[in-house]
């Protein structure tokens, strides 16, 4: 391994303009003439329109306003949600429309009614002020459970009973078949709880218009700026596709929210023409709250099936996921493909049936969040695994030990087809780094203290590198899911790589920039990794899934096979040799038919110059892409242990120690690999102990500051104890699982093991608040009073 | 709005003083900012953050929720750590200010600078300025040899959303430890 090759804990080339101030987000750009744009939003959950009177404004030559009318005058085509779900009974979804300015209705507090476009931002917020719009309020239908009940508010005529779809997967049949004959059934009910996603940098979009070329330009804050386009261009209608740029700059995080087409990004590019100048939007924090993308929230039931030694025979699950008041971009793949393939967890489980209604709300729509369906399912894997463990009175380590797939490939029954893993090493590595066998003497500690202590499991599986285009495609994904590169060697050698993946903190301009200088030998601080830019990047799919290791890195990996082969070609005929006796060996290309040698930049330089051959024999230059498709889904999984002291007297609950312990097969870069971890684990306690989207019963988001919505802050957390093992994925060429989601995955079913495990009971819900886990430690006393 | 430079700095009073140029309903300000003084004529209710990014196009200052909450607008004001997003321009008329774009002297990164980067204490970049921010004014109030707890208490101010806070309070505790190196050094000589 070089000192910048992979493996190496290179130190990130990104990071000197972030810590200087000069790095450069999409509110840091302004352009020539920006006017500002403010959206009018809906104070109501769900209501109708029934006059907007900007009269206050007439005769205001320097304020614009465009309201729905606007919008379907120009037949701006409304935002749309990309994955078809079919129905058990076979029927497609039940999409109602998604304009990008409300249509004589309002579904979500925050749902955007008109904009105002003026020269200053202070401007734009005093004249939306002048803008009055009269509703006609509806009861609006927020609750997941029961949205879809008789005589609830009809969200969208187009889907009776708030009803999306309602969708299944897996083996009915069997599945009862093995709970009847089962000696003993688990049986739990949880709400995963929804959360706001909370990049730190607010979502802003800046649209420009150039008359001279009819094209138009968006700056805006997308983990994937080529679909960006693409369904602005095809969909929505705004500008053919060759006539739209779309950057994205530094983007100040995303975990999913910024990878949806919002109707802010479609207002700003579709006004900039109208106004004749660049429009500008800048999201404040509580615009973040109400109308970004939120994550999670479901509601379900499932069961598990053992025979009477406690191996599983089979599982099943009925979930209500809430989807909010219009379907986003992806919204409708993640309660279904994302969440329940992934019901096997790490288990050789045999029947698997999975039932989930998707479901309309007066609440914002809910998409992908960091990990996307896959948490969801780990939680319910995770609590049955411990819960059911409890009930038969075995360690939850052996347990679940007992239950593990052992041998790759494994077919599950709902499918997929694992590829690699050893279970059983993440949990020997973690018992032993937790201390495990003294977590008894440790609770007596906590006990003669007052407190209760606590240790839960979370064996995860995540299923990442999406993905297969063919196999999505069959799915229902409207998009394939490979990723593109292009590496481009100049005439000195220096190399620019241009990627589909973007990068939004997770370092690609480092990690990236190690593979080609460990494959052609060149120093990484000749390589630039280019994303971002549509007008610079060939077509590519973005970074999400954690996906950008396992598919995105693959691309280039191809793309230097390519180049390799082209270098070889042209070092054979400056070497004067045959080009099948040529090596090329850390930078260096030889031949056993010579004792010459040429370094890479040398050859670079004689690829551009083509003095040594002829245009017949080679074609000149040094430059090639590649589109990488996978043949799987990627299968990083882990054990991660977390331990947990509560004061019953108050409810304050620590985290004493966090264990994780990973396989993500091959590491690029291990320093960004465990930062990697380690915001995911933050993530997945701020969801099991903090976080959490409350509605009140009118459709009032409660939480839209971060005065309401507890983000966790450094004295939350302890210090994370990570470590990995590696089997590396066959898959790909690399053997990269991607770890972008691990710890978020994780880490809720961990902490509510935990909590649960000092309570000694189960009934505790996430956010386990410290008020929470009092009301449950009071229950804990009361329960052991009456024993 | 205009800028410029001034040699014998004596700061106007905001909102203009009777015999003042400023126009009506403008406030004047003049103050340091990164060691070059800047003044202008801005809307009284202009925030400092806007000031700082919009005017004079510092725009390693953010704004992450406009309610004090995130601390990813951080910067000092006379050597102390304030919060930019919710402080009105016009009072910091007169002040001396510090953005993460002065931090570095010289050419050099500040040491808590080099922290971050060398403890991958960083992953968007978007709170990072504001963090920097805060850790050495952790570090003016507290001192180099910061325990990590005191650390963790000291940051509460400041979100972030992608490290977990684990290389941070790394990264701050390095950057500590240099800090009080250097001045030691900056004694000795």
Redesign the interface.
């Known amino acids: 391994m070089s000192a910048t090759g992979i493996g190496a804990p290179v130190r990130r080339k990104e990071d000197h303009r972030f810590i200087t101030g000069k790095g450069q987000y999409t509110d840091d750009i302004n352009r020539p003439g920006q006017t500002y744009a403010v959206f009018v939003r809906s104070p109501h959950a769900h209501a109708n329109i029934k006059r907007i009177d900007a009269s206050k404004l007439k005769g205001r030559d320097d304020v614009f306003v465009f309201t729905g009318e606007d919008i379907a005058k120009d037949k701006v085509g409304g935002l749309i949600c990309g994955w078809m779900i079919h129905s058990k009974d076979g029927s497609p979804m039940k999409a109602g429309p998604h304009p990008a300015l409300a249509q004589g209705k309002v579904r979500y507090v925050g749902d955007h009614v008109a904009v105002v476009i003026a020269d200053t931002l202070a401007e734009a917020r005093d004249a939306a002020e002048q803008i009055l719009v009269e509703y006609e309020v509806l009861t609006a239908s927020v609750d997941t459970a029961t949205t879809q009940n008789p005589g609830k508010p009809q969200i969208h005529a187009e889907a009776p009973n708030n009803t999306v779809y309602q969708w299944h997967l897996g083996d009915k049949a069997a599945v009862d078949a093995a709970f009847a004959s089962a000696k003993h059934v688990t049986k739990i009910d949880l709400v995963n709880n929804r959360l706001i996603p909370n990049a730190m940098e607010p979502r802003a979009a800046i649209g420009e218009y150039d008359a001279g070329n009819e094209a138009f330009t968006l700056h805006t804050t997308s983990q994937n700026p080529h679909v960006a386009r693409l369904v602005l261009s095809a969909f929505i209608g705004i500008a053919p596709e060759h006539k739209l740029r779309v950057i994205a700059p530094d983007v100040g995080g995303g975990f999913g929210s910024k990878i949806f087409i919002y109707a802010e990004e479609v207002v700003c590019v579709w006004a900039a023409k109208k106004v004749g100048r660049p429009v500008k939007w800048t999201a404040d924090r509580t615009e973040a709250f109400l109308a970004d993308a939120h994550g999670r929230d479901h509601v379900t039931h499932a069961e598990l099936a053992m025979d009477a030694a406690g191996k599983v025979l089979a599982l099943r699950a009925s979930t209500k996921a809430n989807l909010g008041g219009y379907l986003s971009t992806f919204s409708s793949s993640v309660p279904t493909y994302l969440y329940a393939p992934l019901l096997s967890g790490q288990y050789d489980i045999p029947a698997i049936y999975c039932e989930v209604d998707a479901v309309y709300t007066n609440t914002a729509p809910v998409d992908a969040y960091r990990g996307a369906g896959r948490p969801e399912a780990t939680f319910v894997v995770e609590r049955l695994m411990e819960v059911a463990a409890r009930q038969l009175g075995q360690d939850p380590a052996e347990f679940r030990r007992r239950n593990f797939i052992t041998s790759f490939p494994h077919q599950t029954p709902v499918i997929m087809a694992y590829d690699a893993g050893d279970y059983a090493a993440c949990l020997d590595k973690a018992l032993e780094m937790s201390d495990y066998r003294n977590v008894g003497a440790r609770k007596a500690e906590s006990k003669a203290k007052g407190k209760l202590r606590g240790i839960g499991f979370s064996a995860y599986i995540e299923a990442c590198g999406i993905a297969p285009s063919a196999a999505v495609g069959s799915l229902g994904a409207g998009v394939g899911l490979w990723e593109s590169a292009e590496v481009r060697v100049n005439p000195t050698g220096s190399i620019e790589v241009l990627t589909g993946s973007h990068s939004h903190g997770q370092g690609h301009e480092t990690t990236f920039a190690q593979l080609v200088s460990q494959r052609l030998g060149v120093p990484i601080e000749q390589v630039t990794v280019v994303h971002g830019d549509t007008d610079k990047v060939q077509f590519g799919m973005g970074t999400y899934g954690s996906r950008s290791g396992a598919v995105g890195m693959s691309a280039i990996y191809r793309a230097i096979d390519k180049v390799i082969v082209k270098a070889k070609k042209v070092a054979g005929f400056v070497l004067e040799v045959p080009e099948d006796t040529v090596d090329f060996n850390d930078g260096i290309f030889s031949s056993k038919a010579t004792n010459k040698t040429l370094t890479f930049p040398e050859v670079a330089l004689q690829a551009y110059i083509a003095h040594k051959f002829s245009g017949q024999q080679l074609e000149p230059g040094l430059k090639e892409g590649a589109f990488f498709d996978p043949t799987n889904f990627t299968f990083p999984s882990g054990v991660h242990i977390c331990e947990i002291e509560i004061d019953p007297e108050t409810g304050a609950t620590r985290i004493d120690r966090w264990t994780a312990v990973d396989d993500f097969g091959t590491l690029v870069n291990p320093m960004i690999v465990e930062g990697q971890v380690h915001g995911g684990i933050a993530q997945g306690v701020g969801q099991a102990m903090l976080e959490g989207a409350v509605y009140s019963p009118e459709g009032q988001l409660l939480t839209a500051s971060y005065m309401d919505y507890t983000m966790p802050r450094a004295s939350d957390l302890p210090a994370f104890n990570v470590a990995m093992t590696s089997t590396p994925c066959p898959s790909n060429p690399l053997g990269i699982k991607g770890c972008g989601e691990a710890g978020a995955i994780a880490a809720p079913a961990a902490v509510i093991n935990a909590i649960t495990d000092a309570l000694g009971h189960e009934n505790i819900a996430m956010p386990a608040t410290p008020l929470a886990v009092w009301k449950a430690a009071q229950a804990s006393a009361t329960k052991m009073a009456a024993e | 709005m205009f800028f410029k430079s001034r040699k014998d700095d004596r700061p106007a009073a905001a909102g203009g003083s009777p015999g003042s140029s400023t126009a009506p309903g403008r406030a004047s300000v003049h103050m340091t900012v990164n060691g070059k003084t800047v003044s202008g004529e801005i ?1 009284p ?1 202009t925030l400092l953050v806007q000031f700082l ?2 005017q004079l196009r ?10 004090s ?2 601390g ?1 607008c951080v910067v000092h004001v006379d050597g102390r750590a304030i919060k930019s997003c919710t402080t009105l321009a016009a009072t910091c008329d007169g002040a001396t200010v510090t ?3 002065g ?2 002297q010289g050419g050099e ?1 500040h040491p808590m ?1 080099e922290a ?3 403890h ?1 204490g ?8 504001g963090m ?1 921010m805060a850790a050495v004014d952790i570090v003016n109030r507290k001192g180099g040899n910061v325990s ?1 707890a005191v ?3 000291e ?2 101010g ?12 790394a990264a701050v505790r390095a950057g500590a430890a240099a800090m009080s190196g250097a001045s030691r050094r900056q004694a000795a000589e």
């Open positions: 809307d209710r990014r919009e510092l725009t390693g200052t953010h704004v992450g929720c406009d309610t909450q995130c990813a953005t993460i774009e931090l570095a990164l600078q971050f980067r060398q991958h960083l992953q968007c970049g978007f709170c990072t300025p920097i990590e650390i963790r208490e940051l509460d400041n979100i972030c959303r992608c490290t977990g806070y684990h290389n941070i309070v």
